[in-house]
């Protein structure tokens, strides 16, 4: 079938964007870097393409159709009564249920494979690093290394990293799109993720979740590298920082826009149970938000 020529311009314009679009021009989610990503790059492509098995074919006949029955043609045959066609109900029935079902699968063993609270399973020794969402910016804590950062993480490459992640204020959602999964941090709540790069790198870390007026400014980085890497971090951080306190915790608490990576080069014991806490207790209505048996003893063994 030729097409007329405003449709064949149509279909080419529709191919370019689709090249500049999955050569990953403006979607870091195209270009992972872990194990996480690269399965969900590769949901989101054959999704897509499924369904674009039935939108492109629809989109190419609707030219088609307007432009053979414009009014200017007089070879067009003209069935004023025609109402029904077998074949095409065929057609127009059995592909879409073909392409959902195959879809629902998909999603059903997806869901599963890549569910945010699944370990990695690795030979390596997991990094666990516990996130906190403040207005505007992440507070990250590394308890078995006894220090906290803000708006950076680094981690070595081929290393499983375990999340455990809450909000000191609203809502928020935590993102490295080249790692994958965003997950939701929610005051008084814990959520987890489990991610692991594959290549040596810094990627974008964000706020998924409109969170306020700094929302657009709420960024961090994600450093993957090597081991001994890793390790010459942990000791800037140690170098470089000062104590996270309750008081340093409650002058970062207030909120601020484009704040600046941060190190602390110590971190109280169970500082992320003390924070989760304290934000259950101003829900609860308490005055204070350090006021909870569990906090004061928080805050006494880090004194």
């Given at each position: 079938m030729?097409?007329?020529?405003?449709?064949?311009?149509?279909?080419?314009?529709?191919?370019?964007?689709?090249?500049?679009?999955?050569?990953?021009?403006?979607?870091?989610?195209?270009?992972?870097?872990?194990?996480?990503?690269?399965?969900?790059?590769?949901?989101?492509?054959?999704?897509?393409?499924?369904?674009?098995?039935?939108?492109?074919?629809v989109i190419i006949m609707t030219l088609w159709f307007a432009w053979k029955y414009r009014s200017t043609n007089t070879k067009a045959t003209y069935s004023p009564n025609w109402s029904?066609?077998?074949?095409?109900?065929?057609?127009?029935?059995?592909?879409?249920?073909?392409i959902v079902a195959i879809l629902a699968v998909m999603t059903w063993k997806s869901s599963h494979a890549l569910d945010p609270y699944r370990p990695i399973e690795s030979d390596r020794k997991p990094i666990n690093i516990e996130v906190v969402s403040l207005d505007w910016k992440w507070l990250f804590i590394y308890p078995d290394y006894n220090i906290a950062t803000v708006n950076?993480?680094?981690?070595?490459?081929?290393?499983?990293?375990?999340?455990?992640?809450?909000?000191?204020?609203?809502?928020?959602?935590?993102?490295?799109?080249?790692?994958?999964?965003?997950?939701?941090s929610m005051a008084g709540m814990t959520t987890k993720l489990h991610l692991i790069a594959r290549e040596p790198g810094t990627y974008a870390g964000i706020s998924a979740n409109y969170?306020?007026?700094?929302?657009?400014?709420?960024?961090?980085?994600?450093?993957?590298?090597?081991?001994?890497?890793?390790?010459e971090w942990i000791q800037k951080a140690r170098a470089d920082g000062s104590a996270l306190t309750q008081e340093s915790y409650a002058t970062l608490f207030k909120p601020s826009q484009h704040t600046p990576v941060t190190y602390y080069s110590s971190a109280p014991a169970g500082m992320f149970?003390?924070?989760?806490?304290?934000?259950?207790?101003?829900?609860?209505?308490?005055?204070?938000?350090?006021?909870?048996?569990?906090?004061?003893?928080?805050?006494?063994?880090?004194?």
């Open positions: 030729k097409l007329p020529p405003f449709a064949s311009i149509a279909a080419r314009v529709l191919a370019v964007g689709a090249v500049l679009l999955l050569g990953g021009c403006s979607l870091e989610i195209l270009d992972p870097k872990g194990d996480i990503g690269m399965q969900e790059k590769t949901l989101l492509l054959t999704a897509t393409g499924l369904m674009l098995l039935v939108v492109v074919p029904h066609s077998t074949p095409i109900e065929i057609v127009v029935w059995t592909v879409p249920c073909i950076e993480i680094a981690f070595p490459v081929d290393a499983p990293l375990n999340f455990r992640i809450t909000s000191g204020t609203v809502m928020n959602s935590f993102f490295i799109p080249q790692l994958g999964s965003q997950i939701y969170s306020g007026g700094g929302f657009s400014g709420m960024r961090f980085k994600a450093i993957a590298t090597s081991e001994q890497g890793f390790d149970d003390f924070i989760l806490n304290s934000t259950m207790a101003k829900i609860a209505g308490v005055d204070s938000p350090f006021c909870t048996p569990t906090s004061k003893n928080l805050v006494a063994a880090a004194e």
